[in-house]
Every structure is written in structure tokens, then in C-alpha cells.
């Protein structure tokens, strides 16, 4: 059937459907496990939500792997226990199943564990996609406040950049420009509380607004103000950061790139491969390629012993 030789037949599911996210570090980890309702019982009064996906199983461990030892936060449905000492101690059993411990418990005596992870959740940053038509946020005037970290839609653009100039790397900001855009500058123009991106080069008789660069000159500017952060997370995730890009930028693209993973680890997910030899070539980059394979998606050259060590909660 994976060769395309054999048609696929539906057959009897024993399993249950799942949904499990996870992570673990050197200080914590956390899974969580989605899954669906059980059937409603004939007392129960119908939902329109029925068909929604509930939390089957939550934890938070400390270290990099999970063991029973070094369980911390245990949660089972709509209960919930934190581990005090050699004993645990059941801090709700009334938890709503569609929503996570993260939002519901917040206890910095009992379980300060799940304030620092879901702080740490917080912080990072997910760029999936820059928006660069003509109506997109980026190019519009906004009202200007500190911003230490660009929004996922760019709305913020102009002042995030500002903020950095204020209280983050100025230098390295402009260096940044200048990499890709050589005797580029960027200003930023305020009016009653409103900014305004200047983009100025030369051989231009006067700055350009956002609204008039274009796609790959206004998704490079995103990249630069997300990148140099003045408040950089543990974890940065960046989607495609090609996209629109003239090849002749993805060179300075990886090398912004690089000069960030200093501060963050960073996730770049791409397609393209004049960015991942650059990459490669600019620094310590370890590079992952994704197969797929018989109709599966798997790592390339991995086999089941080289697969890291991780164990799922179970419900």
C-alpha cells in the first residue's frame, strides 16, 4: 500500500487517536496529550463541541528525559498533582479538559514549576509568515509603543526597530542593513504618536515608506527587527525566511541568522538550498534534511538506534 501498488483499504481502528506535542531541555520537559471525548452518556445534554479534542495527559519533568523519578507536574484529564518531597499533593481535579494546566493552575508555591515553563512557552517566538502585499500590516502607519519583540505579523515593524535603536544593539542593527543594502539606512519618522519606516539608499532622491518597498526589501527589514531583539528568547522558529528574497540576499540572510543564534537557539525551516549552504558555510549549523519516504515523513539516515531517547506520558 505505501508503494502505490495496492489500493488503501480502511481498516478497524484499536489504537487510540492521538495528538502528543513535547519538548525537554537540560532544566525541563513537557508533553501534553490530545485526544477525543469519550461518548456522551444519556444524561449528559448534547454539545455542539463534541467533536473537540480533549486533554488526555500532561507533564513536566525535569531533565531531559522522562522518568518516574523526576516526574514533577502529573496531570490525568480533569485532575491534576504536584510532587512535594516523596508525596504528591493534588492540586485541582476540576480542570477543564480543553484547556492546559498552563491556564489554569498558577501557584507559585505549590507548583512553581509550571509558572517557569509556561514562562518560558511564552517567550518564544514562532515566524511563520511576513505578509508583503499592498494592504499588508507592515507597510501600514501605526501607533508607536516599545515593542522588545516583533509581533508574527510585522505590524509593529517600525516601532520595534525603534525600540532596538533605544535599548538594544544600534550598531548592530545598522550593520545589519548595511550587510545586505550597502550604504542603506533606515529611520524612523514619528507624528503624534505615530511611526513611520523610512527606507533611504543611494541613488534615491528621497526615503521610501513601507508602503513603498518592495516584497523582498520590506521581508528582509522583518527579519532584521526579529532577529536583533533587545529581549531575545530561548527558542526562535523561522519558516521559510526566503520567501521573497533576491538570492543574492540569502548570503547576508544567513549571516544575520548566525550573529542571532548567539543569543537563541534557532530553528530555520527552508526549502531552499542556496540558504542552507550558506548556512553551512557561514557557521556551526547542524542541518536536518526531512524525507519522504513510501509516503511517510522521516530524517534522513536515521534509524531506530539513532533516534533520541524520549518516552511519552502514558494515560
Not at 454539545?47 to 479534542?53: E, G, N, R, V
Not at 533605544?166 to 542593527?173: M, V, Y
Request: with cysteine.
Amino acid at each position: 500500500m505505501r508503494r502505490g501498488e495496492v489500493l488503501i483499504e480502511p481498516s478497524v481502528q484499536y489504537a487510540s487517536a492521538a495528538l502528543k506535542l513535547g519538548f525537554a531541555g537540560d532544566d525541563f520537559g513537557y508533553a501534553i496529550d490530545f485526544g477525543f471525548p469519550p461518548p456522551p452518556g444519556p444524561a449528559a445534554p448534547p454539545s455542539a463541541f463534541d467533536l473537540d479534542p480533549e486533554i488526555k495527559r500532561e507533564a513536566i519533568w525535569s531533565g531531559p528525559f522522562l522518568r518516574s523519578s523526576n516526574l514533577l507536574v502529573d496531570r490525568h484529564g480533569r485532575m491534576v498533582r504536584s510532587r512535594e518531597d516523596r508525596q504528591w499533593r493534588v492540586l485541582s481535579d476540576r480542570l477543564d479538559t480543553f484547556e492546559s494546566v498552563f491556564s489554569q493552575i498558577s501557584d507559585p508555591e505549590r507548583a512553581p514549576e509550571i509558572l517557569r515553563v509556561r514562562e518560558e512557552i511564552r517567550r518564544w517566538r514562532f515566524y511563520d509568515h511576513f505578509r508583503s502585499d499592498r494592504d499588508a500590516p507592515a507597510r501600514q502607519v501605526q501607533i508607536g509603543t516599545r515593542t522588545t519583540a516583533l509581533g508574527h505579523n510585522g505590524a509593529d515593524l517600525a516601532a520595534a526597530w525603534e525600540t532596538i535603536r533605544e535599548i538594544g544593539d544600534a550598531g548592530a542593527l545598522n550593520a545589519a542593513v548595511d550587510d545586505a543594502f550597502p550604504g542603506a539606512r533606515v529611520d524612523i519618522a514619528t507624528d503624534n504618536g505615530r511611526f513611520t519606516l523610512l527606507f533611504s539608499q543611494h541613488g534615491l532622491l528621497r526615503p521610501l515608506t513601507a508602503m513603498e518597498l518592495s516584497d523582498g526589501t520590506l521581508r528582509y527589514l522583518l527579519w532584521i527587527a526579529a532577529l536583533h531583539t533587545p529581549r531575545p528568547p530561548s527558542l526562535m522558529v523561522l519558516n521559510e525566511p526566503e520567501t521573497s528574497l533576491h538570492p543574492d540576499l540569502l548570503p547576508a540572510l544567513a549571516r544575520l541568522i548566525i550573529k542571532a543564534s548567539e543569543r537563541s537557539q534557532i530553528w530555520v525551516v527552508s526549502h531552499a538550498p542556496g540558504l542552507i549552504d550558506a548556512l553551512e558555510r557561514e557557521g556551526a549549523c547542524c542541518s536536518i534534511e526531512v524525507i519522504k519516504d513510501l509516503s511517510q515523513t522521516r530524517i534522513a539516515g536515521q534509524g531506530m538506534l539513532d533516534e533520541p531517547a524520549w518516552h511519552w506520558p502514558e494515560r
